[in-house]
């Protein structure tokens, strides 16, 4: 809107115009009609007779600035017109432009397209995490969900075992679910290792009555969906991105896992929950670092992570710290020893030296290293000691606040008794009857360390862990499942030597 000012000649012959009357909204009248809806002149009125003399006449000088006012008011109307016209032409070109290009972007360059848009997701890992999402919660059965979690012996417990097709998680969740507790399983099968060992897995747990499923910790809307379904009494958190070498090419999936994963379950079970459950979550020995005060003590220092795997589960006890002092949540972390036994992970040096050992292939021993190897049967043992002596959570539902402080354990899970590598590599040798192709190498600084050795008096005096498999008997159960699984056939040198005596004769 704009004020047009008046010229100073219309106070003399013409009448004066009123204010409103001059707020002209120039872009919605034409030029001629503008000066049509001004006021017109009165026409002279005649001077009476006398015998003075009359007025010199500034008609003609009047009439002439008349018209030069017109005519300037004339170009101001249509040069605004002009311009409101050409900004609204230029507008709409840029947006046809930008849709244009957008259009062009997206067919030649879907994949930067889609990357651009996962980095301002909340889960970067996954753009179509929400689709997916959307079609699990869909696809679940609440039925079968309830089934399987629902406990059938008397003062059962309810329990969410995350990562239960993995090693550690199927071996608990069988035996949970053998001694009438409910087991509701939860894995992403991701491809870390062989995927077919895990569904293998998830095969013997739906024989046997526990049901998985397949999505992943920091899908937040599915963990709701489930503690809706199911009022859990415990959570068995085994998820996690596992393997110290593996930090070194792919960091970003133990940050992910460890620290954005349980942080994801954290939140769910705090807000969401209702009762909420106690938290049994495993940890690692890893988090000791470069310790080098033996046996390891929960009450040791833990600050010198020698790997991104160590920190990240460092870090989760700390995260575990927050939640049990913000929500009132119930918390046992248990620091795991090298464990190993059947339907154990293949990126395990006892798993891939009976493999190479038995495919002929060389081996790189670590000079001077020691292990506190752990049967897979003990830390069973261990962690349902911990789901049977957790005490409940403190926090209201919706996390608004708690009750009073809740329990917070740390526990480790170990044999006691460390062994050198290369005793382990003697009893493979004899369980197969033959020899590996031995390089001792020296440790790279990888994050491995030299020696791990537990100290579970704590968790003896807590829970009664006590364990009691050798490695050698250990070792000898691992041989038997390997063969049966992979349907190998090992046949010792003593045996070899004999069917060949017999052939010969």
Known sequence: MRELSTSPLSSSLYPPLNSHSLVVPLSLVSPTQFLSSLPLPSPPTMAPSFTSPSPPDNSKAALKQLSSYNSHLLRRVSSHKLLSISSTLLFRTAILLTMTLVLLF?????????????????????????????????????????????????????????????????????????????????????????????????????????????????????????????????????????????????????????????????????????????????????????????????SHRTDQPASLYAATKKSGEEIAHVYNHIYGLSLTGLRFFTVYGPWGRPDMAYFSFVHDIIEGKPINIFSNAKRDFTYIDDVVKGCIGALDSAKPSTGLPGGSKKTGPAELRVYNLGNTSPVPVTKMVSIIESLLGKKAKKNVVEMPSNGDVPFTHANVSLAKRDFGYHPTTDLGTGLKQFVKWYVDYYKLEVISKKKEKAQEKVASS
């Open 106 to 298: 997206t067919l030649h360059y879907p994949s930067l397209l889609s990357h651009s848009l996962s980095l301002s997701s909340p889960h970067p890992t996954n753009p179509h995490r929400s689709l997916l999402s959307s079609n699990r919660l869909q696809s679940l059965n609440p039925l079968e969900i309830r089934r399987s979690a629902t406990p059938t012996r008397t003062n059962g417990l309810s329990i969410l075992v995350t990562g239960a097709a993995g090693f550690v998680g199927t071996h608990c969740s069988l035996a949970l679910k053998a001694r009438g507790d409910g087991v509701l399983g939860l894995d992403n099968f991701n491809s870390y290792y062989d995927p077919s060992l895990k569904r293998a897995r998830q095969k013997l747990l739906h024989k046997n009555g526990v049901v998985i499923v397949e999505a992943d910790i920091n899908d937040s809307q599915l963990l709701i969906k489930l503690f809706q379904l199911v009022h859990f009494t415990h959570v068995l958190h085994l998820a996690a991105q596992a393997g110290v070498r593996y930090a070194m090419k792919s960091p970003q999936s133990y940050i992910q896992s460890n620290v954005a994963g349980f942080v994801s379950l954290l939140e769910v079970a705090a807000k969401n929950a209702d009762p909420q459950p106690a938290i049994v979550w495993a940890s690692s020995s890893s988090v000791y670092g470069l310790n080098k005060v033996s046996p390891f003590s929960e």
